[in-house]
């Protein structure tokens, strides 16, 4: 599919997969209730789990939420790229209620993959992306895990594999302290930095951010988490950091350097890749927390309990 088709199956109210340097997205007009539907209906997603609106430019964030000093700022210093901002809708948001699942917030992003920007600003609305899988399962980073988890008649525009490969960091703005909803492709420690304040974690998940509650990135087979050597008499597929331990059945290289960066954007595609039927775990070399280690280990731990 070009880009060109995907702009106009937008605007017909289908959906799409399409690119963005974080994962792929499951695509459709935000503004358009039956188009998101149809995204819910795709992903098998609980109702109550809020979307993400995707737009072009920072101009179309004014008719959607109310104004915030805070938000501008982090617009200004991470926008195009992998941060989510949540914040009160304005009085005549056009996007519909179910992109927020009925709450009184709309979490709005602009990515920075060069197709889906210019799809965006052919598009001219926003649109709403979750992440193009079934609802639970591991998060795709290339066309071939769109269809994997979608099904083969899934249309799909063709960015290549994504740069950053984890999520958006996902912070809330609705009250006096800015809040981390969702770790992710921006390290919080940068996010603080340019904020002037630390992040608040919030207590109750389950009215901050729906989606975190539930299971999330699982494989098929289980995850054994701070794993470095192998367990005797199990066929265990290692997903290894920096240098490799001997004796795994099977083995996939996140970072050789140990560099958290490069093991986010193979993270995805590890867990796809050693989720076979000849193993029977997946074991993860321990990963340090500092910087985009902490989004690797929450996910990782979703991932583990989710099962
Ligand atoms: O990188 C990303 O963010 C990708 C790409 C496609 O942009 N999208 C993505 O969407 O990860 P999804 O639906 O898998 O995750 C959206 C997260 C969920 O944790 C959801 O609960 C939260 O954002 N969220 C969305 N709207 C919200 C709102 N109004 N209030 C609080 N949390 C919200
Ligand atoms: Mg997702």
Redesign the pocket.
């Given at each position: 599919m070009t880009r060109d088709e995907a702009a106009r199956r937008l605007l017909a109210g289908d959906v799409v997969a399409i690119p963005?340097e974080?994962?792929y997205?499951l695509a459709a007009d935000a503004t358009n209730a039956a188009a998101v539907a149809r995204i819910y209906a795709a992903k098998g997603r609980p109702d109550f789990?809020?979307?993400?609106s995707?737009i072009a430019a920072p101009t179309q964030l004014a008719g959607l939420t109310l104004p915030d000093s805070r938000a501008d700022r982090l617009a200004a210093a991470f926008w195009p790229g992998?941060l989510?901002l949540?914040l009160p809708r304005a009085p005549n948001c056009p996007v519909v209620a179910a992109v927020?699942a009925g709450?009184d917030?709309?979490?709005v992003?602009i990515?920075s993959h060069p197709l889906a920007r210019e799809l965006l600003a052919m598009v001219g609305r926003p649109v709403a992306?979750?992440?193009a899988n079934r609802s639970g399962h591991v998060s795709p980073t290339t066309p071939q895990h769109v269809l994997a988890s979608l099904g083969p008649d899934m249309p799909v525009l063709d960015g290549g594999p994504c740069q950053v490969g984890l999520?958006?960091t996902?912070v809330?703005l609705t009250g006096p302290q800015p809040l981390l909803?969702?770790p992710?492709g921006i390290a919080v420690e940068t996010i603080e930095a340019v904020l002037g304040e630390r992040l608040g974690h919030p207590q109750d998940a389950k009215l901050?951010?729906?989606?975190?509650l539930l299971k999330h990135y699982a494989p098929a087979l289980p995850l054994r988490l701070d794993a470095t050597a192998p367990l005797p008499g199990l066929r265990e597929g290692l997903l290894s950091f920096g240098p490799v331990p001997a004796g795994f059945a099977a083995q996939y290289s996140l970072s050789a350097s140990g560099d958290a960066a490069e093991a986010a954007a193979n993270l995805y595609a590890g867990l796809h890749a050693l989720d076979r039927t000849d193993l029977q775990g997946i074991a993860v070399a321990p990963i340090p927390e500092a910087g985009l280690g902490a989004a690797i280990n929450d996910r990782l731990r979703r991932a583990a309990r989710g099962r």
């Open positions: 963005t974080t994962v997205g789990n809020p979307l993400i995707h992998p989510t949540v927020s709450l917030s709309l979490a992003r990515p992306a979750p992440s999520e958006s996902v809330g909803l969702r992710g901050q951010s729906p989606g975190m």
